[in-house]
DNA sequence: TTGGATGCAAACCATTTGCAGATCT
DNA sequence: AGATCTGCAAATGGTTTGCATCCAA
């Protein structure tokens, strides 16, 4: 994961103005474990920003995710976002359904996957979802009954 | 894939009237080999039924997805459908960033993915991204370029 | 006959845009 | 100073809902 300061470090590099409100986004998503909506942003920030508009937390979002140091995944219930990982090399995810907190995986699958060779491979998409640590001794989960978010049957 | 008789069946079966419109969309969702957005839809249907509202195509959408005949997946541009795949078994897509259309492959990395052993899994997505015979041949793809729609940075 | 299906209009929600004024560099 | 950011308001696009009417069973 980024840094507060990789963050900022790389919007200022590519000529964006560092705002307050940038410093406080920077820092939100570098503290963050899990994704966040644009909601979840809004209402963060809106606590330090009173004036705040709902506008400029998407047009940060966008800016950070075009810059890659956001992002963004599409799950069931909404685009959300969080700091991209900073690890150089490919790797895979858990994604927890109750806190949405991701683990990453060193396994790809693609090396051991036969594709037909008329088909022109340009990339891939695995995801585990499930329950993290934390999550399933918090006892909030019903994991059977659960046809949560962020899913999609294994396709 | 499920046959248009199939998907009336599973509709009549389950108490839903079989209005014409609903037979021209079990047809159209029979045979269509790729993904439908509500708009595709409401434009090949509105073809036949000149009146047609959008709201009712998004309503037979949903009553069909929640019948199980059509699965839904969400793309970065928006929601998308198709018809079930039948074969009962568990299974993965090849999916055209040109035309959408998938091709199953049975391969599941799931056992052979090593997950901590405090993480539950619940479920997962695996899908790989390119260009089928057909559009490699057609020569519409510029491949190195396409930063398509349906993508994802394979996490 | 009658409850589900449809079309219409309007509501709703998430996201985007234009613009004027405020802020960073 | 000058370009970028921000807030506001309004537009947009996709999707849902309420209601009266219509039609399949």
Redesign the pocket.
């Known amino acids: 994961m980024l840094s507060t300061n990789q963050i900022i470090e790389a919007m ?1 590099s590519q ?8 410093k406080t986004l920077a820092r939100l998503f570098a503290e963050t474990e899990g994704y966040l ?3 979840d942003v809004y209402e963060y920030m809106g606590r330090t ?1 009173s ?6 937390v ?3 979002l ?2 950070m995710q075009e810059l890659g140091v956001l992002e963004q995944v599409i799950f069931e219930d ?2 959300k976002f969080k700091a991209s990982c900073s690890s150089g090399h490919h790797h895979h995810h858990l994604i927890c359904l109750q806190c949405q907190k991701t683990l990453p995986i060193e396994f790809c699958p693609m090396q051991l996957t036969d594709t037909p060779d008329q088909f022109q491979v340009v990339e891939h998409k695995f995801e585990i979802f499930g329950y993290c640590k934390d999550c399933q001794s918090s006892g909030k989960v019903s994991p059977k009954t659960d046809q949560n978010q962020a899913s999609s049957k294994g396709q």
């Open positions: 200022s000529g964006l103005r560092i705002t307050d409100q940038r909506s644009p909601k920003y004036g705040l508009s709902f506008d400029t998407y047009r940060n966008r800016v909404g685009v």
